[in-house]
């Protein structure tokens, strides 16, 4: 079945970098576009990223654009979301979503990675 | 502030019936398909119906959705316990290339 996992969260100074991965298994990842979405605590998702199977395709979230990009290594069936200059109001869970087969609908999430941007 | 519209509550008695509805202000829906999304306490959300009436693999047909004009509406029946959670639609807007969510619907199960 569809397994999303994600890493590399974790506490980070504002200002900071931090890569986040999500690593695929159970479809074909090549095949398929992948999203970033991001949760703050108590809040509802917010969409950050979208990338086409080919990584050609990638939009981005008015919220992120110039700070945060997302990218992928189709030979290790992984997702990335690069996010530079963080914020306190990065602080939330990332989850990678698959997106639906032939279009950029939303499908199953994995279980997201925690970043928390504090001093 | 979400570009989709949801009731921030509802609430129903177990193996009563519930609706969740997700409006749009513009053609977020009316041209577009429409997810909805469960999310138990603590947990991921996960993926309950896709193209506005699809259900996922594995969920129940106590769960429906549909979709008409700018609104998309998921139907819930025989309530159990289990399904208090908070509940999410979503969509993808094809001709802004952005995916948008409403503000989710928290579900109690008196």
């Known amino acids: 079945q569809v397994q999303l996992v994600e890493s590399g969260g974790g506490v980070v100074q504002p200002g900071r970098s931090l890569t986040l991965s999500c690593v695929a298994s159970?479809?074909?990842?090549?095949?398929?576009?992948m999203h970033w979405v991001r949760q703050a605590p108590g809040k509802g998702p917010e969409w950050v990223a979208v990338l086409s199977f080919d990584g050609i395709d990638k939009y981005y979230a008015d919220s992120v654009k110039g700070r945060f990009t997302i990218s992928r290594d189709n030979s290790k069936k992984t997702l990335y979301l690069r996010i530079n200059s963080l914020r306190a109001e990065d602080t939330a869970v990332y989850y990678c979503?698959?997106?639906?087969?032939?279009?950029?609908?939303?499908?199953?999430w994995g279980q997201g990675t925690l970043v928390t941007v504090s001093s | 502030q979400s570009v989709l519209t949801q009731p921030p509550s509802v609430s129903a008695a177990p193996g009563q019936k519930v609706t969740i509805s997700c409006s749009a202000s513009?053609?977020?829906?009316?041209?577009?398909?429409v997810s909805w999304y469960q999310q138990l306490p603590g947990t991921a959300p996960k993926l309950l119906i896709y193209d506005n009436n699809k259900r996922a693999s594995g969920i129940p047909d106590r769960f429906s959705g549909s979709k008409s004009g700018t609104s998309a509406t998921l139907g819930i029946t025989g309530l159990q316990t289990g399904d208090e959670a908070d509940y999410y639609c979503?969509?993808?807007?094809?001709?802004?290339?952005?995916?948008?969510f409403g503000g989710g619907t928290k579900l109690t199960v008196l």
């Open positions: 979503v698959k997106a639906n087969y032939g279009d950029f609908s939303l499908g199953y």
């Open positions: 513009t053609s977020n829906i009316d041209n577009n398909d």
């Open positions: 159970g479809f074909p990842f090549s095949s398929y576009g």
């Open positions: 979503g969509t993808w807007d094809r001709g802004l290339s952005v995916a948008v």
